[in-house]
């Protein structure tokens, strides 16, 4: 079993999705009479689990609005991309003799079409947690814990990638560091005031500059005692 890990959020991280979740987001609030909910504040609570994101935007939960969000984000998943180099990313840390993970908290049929989009190589992702493996989703550490969990892997000696401040938060519970990626709209103020050590454009920035890098530093062959 690999000593070290990298554990890679999905959405907004590999994949361009953040804006497609805040689109049928505001449908599905629309839908529910929900009038008055802007995008912008919308974004700003993307990769927060549903159930919080509805209460923190309407002032109550709304099974109707999570539901809705759930079709209508189906009705785009034809439009999913993942960032350049994201693939690559992934078949060079498992390369480099780390095990990688991903944990999001997408559904298992999202979670579909966000692997092939993102194409990586077989056999270069070791575990994948999705919010149907946990109870409880972002900013609350579930995802990160099952990852920590079925891998064996410390968080000492694991760093995640992530796009929002709701992966910071939820890695630091549990220890982890974050590698913070810009491509989900969040600002790289936001980022490190959240806690994040390291700050990309995106991952193929990761993946051009991986051995200065925290994740290249991580991977290096360490001394044999």
Not at 5 to 25: E, R
Request: net charge negative; proline share 4%.
């Amino acid at each position: 079993m690999a000593s070290t890990g990298v554990i890679f959020d999905v959405d907004g991280t590999l994949a361009d999705t953040n804006y497609l979740h805040v689109i049928a987001w505001a449908r599905a609030f629309r839908d529910a009479g929900e009038q008055d909910v802007p995008m912008s504040g919308i974004h700003h609570l993307i990769g927060m689990g549903s159930d919080m994101l509805v209460e923190e935007l309407i002032g109550h939960g709304s099974d109707e609005a999570s539901d809705g969000h759930s079709e209508h984000f189906r009705k785009l998943m034809a439009e999913i991309r993942a960032f350049p180099k994201a693939g690559e990313l992934i078949a060079e840390v498992h390369r480099r003799g780390a095990l990688v993970a991903l944990a999001t908290s997408a559904s298992e049929d999202e979670l579909d079409a966000l692997l092939e989009a993102i194409d990586a190589p077989e056999g270069s992702i070791g575990h994948i947690v999705s919010s149907d493996d946990v109870d409880h989703s972002k900013p609350e550490p579930d995802v990160f814990e099952a990852a920590l969990e079925a891998t064996g892997l410390d968080p000492s000696d694991t760093l995640v990638v992530g796009d929002t401040v709701w992966d910071v938060k939820a890695a630091e519970k549990l220890g982890l560091k974050v590698v913070a990626v810009l491509t989900g709209g969040i600002s790289r103020c936001h980022l490190e005031e959240a806690g994040a050590i390291a700050v990309y454009d995106d991952v193929a920035q990761i993946l051009r500059e991986l051995d200065r890098t925290p994740i290249g530093r991580l991977l290096q062959p360490r001394p044999s005692s």
